[in-house]
């Protein structure tokens, strides 16, 4: 998307990043998002697979200004409950460990706010997982979620208003 | 005071790695210690069984988000072993350039944003990024031109997509890689930069006599090729790994331990293995910079290798930009061969070590047998060994600060593990 300046109509104002590993079994559930939101192919919206590592996310986001991460979390919930976290609302550390070498997506949201690199809006949906083993598939609570996880993706960005145009330097 | 302290330490839960370790002493001798890890790869052997060779680098290169590369140019080598394959110098200067890409930003990921903090007292790089938000943007900073590097010649930054057996699917573009010219210059300075802030931590006062396990090539600072050579003078061809390495049981842990064939001794592989093995082939501005830092041609206190890591750093961006400076785009891309019957090794220095691949080809061209020897195994043994020599050394400390002090020993490692912040749950008993 670069060179875009965000005053073209088709110009994507919302970055959603899918995040996880869809070699360990429900961590994977981030990239299945994606996979299911690309068949809708949803307006003014740019889909991106993202591996997890919280210095490389910051990269990802700088210069957009709304941002949606979706990701498999561990908080000995129901597998497949979603959570919301957003504004001053940052995930606390831990419950989203599964991310390359623990510096995370929470740490990630943290670090950019210690630093003031947040998005100027920005939300995190974490989708409780069951299993993390090495080469299995999503468990089926955890697959279940998925479309819920888009309807209630696709309802908030249709509901948010748009944000103003971005720089062009990304 | 009582006789025995037992330091236990709870699973350590993580998708790159489970671990434990577990302490016990007996007043000031440790009488225990064990290290205990979780090691993802051998799922990945399974996997490989039955696969076309060609395979091989993708598959394996999913084993580990921070050091795709080793994965691909380890696997890719050895299946080019078996064929009988000889690469263009054009391809074997792309592939080192890409290396360098994933040196750099492994490298800083571990020194600034896992280990850095243990050295100046915060809990994580969080709270470190309060108090030195600029340190923090500058290693950022550089990380991302290392991701930009791999991208530019991998395709992707992450699991890069464009190296294969005999080469490269498609030559990167000349005009991307000068791109990164001014980058890269930038980056050669601020590296420098930052390897001096580095050398101004405290570093604890702890020695140990490796035994140095590391690539050397006649020619370069070795990262892609080179042979196995130890600090006492073990010389022997990538092929010959396993009579002189192996990998065995111990009772005590699921994990597999690796010594050398005949000895009991562990031994280091890493940056400070690199580096004690091939200082003099650093650049002369590498040396220099060492030289500055504090650094002697040899590196024994552990706790230094933090230092060496961001030598390493300063010497990939030099080389990266003579690579970038040199490129001639390879024509052919990749070199071509048929799958023949046989075994092939391969072996490269990922940012944490040698990295130790052979797999068993039928005619056909099918993987029969995968083995693949991760640094961190390797390491396993020397962690341990550290660990009971930092334990040692400490005894008069708190647990709290024991506890910090081992943690930040089994980060000298950069093991896959180190990933958590303050992973170690210590539990004292006094009987």
Known sequence: MQGCLGIEENCPQTLILGIGDPQRGDDGVGHAVIRRLETQSPKGVELQRHWGEGTALMAAWKGWERVILVDAMVSSGTPGSLRWFEGEALPPPGLFPYSTHRFGVAEALRMAAVLGELPGSWALLGIEGESFQAGNGLSPAVAAAVERACVEILARISTVPRAAPRSASR | MSDTRIIEVGQLARVEGEGALHVRLEGDRVAELAFRIYEAPRFFEALLRGRDYREAPDITARICGICPVAYLLGAGQAMEALLGLEITPEIRALRRLIYCGEWIQSHLLHVFFLHAPDFLGYDDAIAMAADHPQLVRDAMALKATGNRLLEAVGGRAVHPVNLRVGGFHRAPDAEALAALRPELERGVEKARELALAVAGFEFPEVTQAYLCVSLHHPEEYAITEGRIVS??????????????????????????????????????????????????????????????????????????????????????????????????????????????????????????????????????????????????????????????????SNLSLSDEALQWRCEQAIRNFDPCISCATHFLKLMVERG
């Open chain 2, 231 to 392: 600090s006492e003078g073990l010389e022997i061809e990538v092929a010959a790994f396993e009579d002189h390495f192996e990998e065995y049981q111990v009772a005590r842990s699921n994990a597999l331990h690796a010594r050398l064939v005949g000895s009991d001794r562990p031994y280091l592989v890493g940056p400070v293995a690199r580096y004690n093995n091939n200082f003099a082939q650093l650049s002369e501005e590498a040396r220099r910079l060492a030289r500055e830092c504090g650094l002697g041609e040899r590196v024994d206190n552990p706790f230094r290798s933090i230092q060496v890591r961001m030598v390493e750093v300063f010497y990939a961006f030099e080389e990266a930009l003579r690579l970038v400076e040199a490129y001639r785009p390879p024509a052919p891309a990749a070199v071509e061969g048929a799958p023949v019957a046989g075994r092939g090794c391969g072996c490269t220095e990922a940012p944490r070590g040698i990295c130790y691949h052979r797999y068993d080809v039928d005619r056909e061209g099918l993987i029969r047998e995968a083995r693949i020897m991760p640094p961190t195994s390797q390491n396993q043994r020397q962690m341990e060994a550290d660990l009971k020599r930092v334990v040692e």
